[in-house]
């Protein structure tokens, strides 16, 4: 069964920071796409950023591009979004997903959902 759960989303006051962290199992991720998405209240869930299987291919965002990081750790089958200087507007609920083969920033492209994580940026 595959399955990739979120973790480390909370409150954080505008300026601070938070690591997401997503733990996949029940296939071998080393080759896929994997990707974070989130999604705000009343809003379409939008692509925040991807990582090749090796990590040496990235895609960010425009609005999340120099603050968050994306990376991942195949031999644990973990992927991480490091966000720093979070704003109000990074409120959402945040996504795990993966896929195979390239690279996507479109939602149903993507195989594997986690359940999300909810991230809450007060000013």
């Known amino acids: 069964q595959v399955q990739l759960v979120e973790s480390g989303g909370g409150l954080v006051q505008a300026g601070g920071s938070l690591r997401l962290s997503c733990a996949a199992s029940g296939r071998t991720f080393s080759r896929d796409i994997m990707a974070w998405f989130r999604q705000a209240p009343g809003k379409e869930r939008e692509f925040v950023a991807a990582?090749?299987?090796?990590?040496?291919?990235?895609y960010y965002a425009n609005s999340v591009k120099g603050r968050f990081t994306i990376s991942r750790d195949n031999a644990k089958n973990t992927v991480h979004l490091q966000m720093n200087s979070l704003k109000p507007e990074d409120t959402a609920v945040y996504y795990c997903?993966?896929?195979?083969?390239?690279?996507?920033?479109?939602?149903?492209?993507?195989?594997?959902w986690g359940q999300g994580t909810q991230v809450t940026v007060f000013s």
């Open positions: 997903a993966a896929k195979p083969n390239g690279y996507s920033s479109l939602k149903p492209q993507y195989d594997y």
């Open positions: 990582i090749s299987g090796s990590g040496g291919t990235i």
